[in-house]
């Protein structure tokens, strides 16, 4: 009787060492994966699940509006952000993203690259290290929820639901964001 009392103790010790082992990304990516929440909207009218036509008619239909062109090297497209309160073109902000699609063409993430238009290797003001605090407070203002944590060597990651948002300085210039969704990459991480 004494060895089964036992046997239940150790047990409850071994899933509380390997509970309390896993970090505390891996706890929010299960916890926010269970909680059943959808979250597909990524910004300007695009979501997860829509198809890569879909993509392509909201790009050129933001086009026309004047909200978005092509970047500079054609590989992505182009939004520039201003602040409101601001009157110096220092302040603007250049957005590029373009989605990735699955082997069927339906949105699963998107890759964006935030910039200082204005940047310059000598302006020190407008360094991506001093813009990264200024996308993580507007990013938190798009999609309210659940906050950043530092997951390693500044990468910072955001989780609500099955939407994942990563964050890290990826050079002098660009902040580098990408924007996922969950439910499919540990679908297909487990096929």
Request: glycine share 4%.
């Amino acid at each position: 009787m004494k060895l089964k009392g036992l046997n239940k103790i150790f047990l409850l010790i071994l899933i509380l060492f390997t509970y309390s082992c896993q970090s505390e990304y891996t706890k929010l990516v299960k916890t926010e994966l269970a909680s059943g929440k959808l979250n597909d909207s990524v910004f300007y009218g695009l979501k997860f699940g829509q198809t890569k036509d879909d993509f392509y008619k909201i790009c050129w239909d933001l086009n026309k509006e004047g909200i978005a062109t092509h970047g500079p090297t054609n590989s992505y497209v182009q939004a520039i952000l201003s602040t409101q309160d601001s009157t110096k073109l220092t302040d603007n902000i250049r957005m590029l993203f373009y989605a990735k699609f699955n082997p069927d063409d339906i949105i699963t993430s998107m890759d964006v690259k935030f910039s200082y238009v204005a940047w310059a290797p000598w302006n020190d003001d407008l360094m991506a290290d001093k813009l990264l605090p200024k996308v993580q407070d507007t990013l938190m203002k798009w999609y309210p929820g659940n906050p950043f944590i530092n997951v390693k060597n500044n990468i910072f990651v955001k989780v609500d639901g099955n939407r994942q948002i990563q964050l890290v300085q990826e050079s002098d210039r660009d902040v580098s964001v990408i924007i996922e969704n969950l439910s499919y990459k540990f679908n297909n991480l487990n096929k």
